[in-house]
Nanobody, 135 residues
Framework: QVSPVESGGGSVQAGGSLTLSCSIT?????MGWFRQAPGKEREGVAM???????NYDTSVKGRFTISKDNATKAVHLHMANLQPEDTAMYYC????????????????????????????????WGQGTQVTVSS
């Protein structure tokens, strides 16, 4: 089993920007970015699938952009106008497998679902990369 590898985290001041990257070998149906702040549950941030469909959490719409390099299969998350509440460990999740649906990014009870109704969870996870935003 191959796991995603994240890069690009760091520390910035409020209003700054960062771009995270995630690489994985092999086929994935969709890949997403998730984050977890200390004492909080993991939450979905953004997703892109192999057809280019995207999905964003409302808290990041208009500020974050997810994209995929089809040549390298790397997924990038460009984060602009970062705020202190964006501080968290950011994880790349991937789904190997899938169906005729668009992946979701909801997390419940410690699990993050690509399709909650089917019980399909993201099944490949990276080690995470820290993003810290100071005011």
């Amino acid at each position: 089993q191959v796991s995603p590898v994240e890069s690009g985290g760091g520390s910035v001041q409020a209003g700054g920007s960062l771009t995270l990257s995630c690489s994985i070998t092999g086929y994935t149906f969709c890949m997403g970015w998730f984050r977890q702040a200390p004492g909080k549950e993991r939450e979905g941030v953004a997703m892109i699938d192999n057809k280019g469909n995207t999905n964003y959490d409302t808290s990041v719409k208009g500020r974050f952009t997810i994209s995929k390099d089809n040549a390298t299969k790397a997924v990038h998350l460009h984060m602009a106008n970062l705020q202190p509440e964006d501080t968290a460990m950011y994880y790349c999740g991937a789904l190997v497998g899938g169906g005729n649906w668009v992946c979701e990014i909801g997390c419940r009870g410690g699990n993050c679902y690509a399709n909650f109704a089917l019980g399909t969870q993201y099944n490949r996870w990276g080690q995470g990369t820290q993003v810290t935003v100071s005011s």
